[in-house]
């Protein structure tokens, strides 16, 4: 069906969009990493199953060691693997010299190197999640090396 009135609806509202992640990480870097860091999913889980997630490459291998119970809920898998992203990103970012948060215009968080590199970190925390593979811990020692 084609509703005229709604193409003139959506023009003027596609102007008033939110400008989202890209534009709040220029203005507070620090205030959306701390918002990244949060990762309440992933922490509850780990903690449930008797981890604690202390943002250290240690917790990462710790990570890729259990048992990986969410695959049975698709509902909490996709959430769940954004979240490993995100954590990913913040022992990267907290530990490995140079790195750092970058979000890209359309609002995706990556983690930036030293050397440039970025590190699609929510695209890998989705394949852990969803696969195994690659391993939070490998990830992480590819970012640390470079």
Request: net charge negative.
């Amino acid at each position: 069906m084609n509703f005229p009135f709604l193409d003139k609806w959506r023009r003027r509202h596609s102007a008033e969009q939110d400008p989202g992640l890209a534009a709040a990480f220029k203005d507070d870097p620090a205030g959306v990493a701390d918002l990244l860091s949060e990762c309440e999913l992933l922490r509850s889980h780990a903690a449930a199953a008797g981890l604690e997630l202390d943002d250290t490459p240690a917790s990462l291998a710790a990570l890729d060691q259990l048992l990986p119970r969410w695959r049975d809920d698709p509902e909490v898998l996709p959430w769940l693997g954004n979240d490993a992203g995100l954590y990913l990103g913040t022992v990267v970012v907290r530990t490995v010299a140079g790195a750092g948060w970058h979000v890209w215009p359309g609002g995706s968080p990556v983690v930036r190197l030293a050397s440039g590199r970025e590190i699609p970190v929510v695209e890998a925390g989705l394949d852990w999640a969803v696969q195994g593979a690659p391993e939070l811990s490998q990830v992480y020692a590819e970012a640390a090396e470079a």
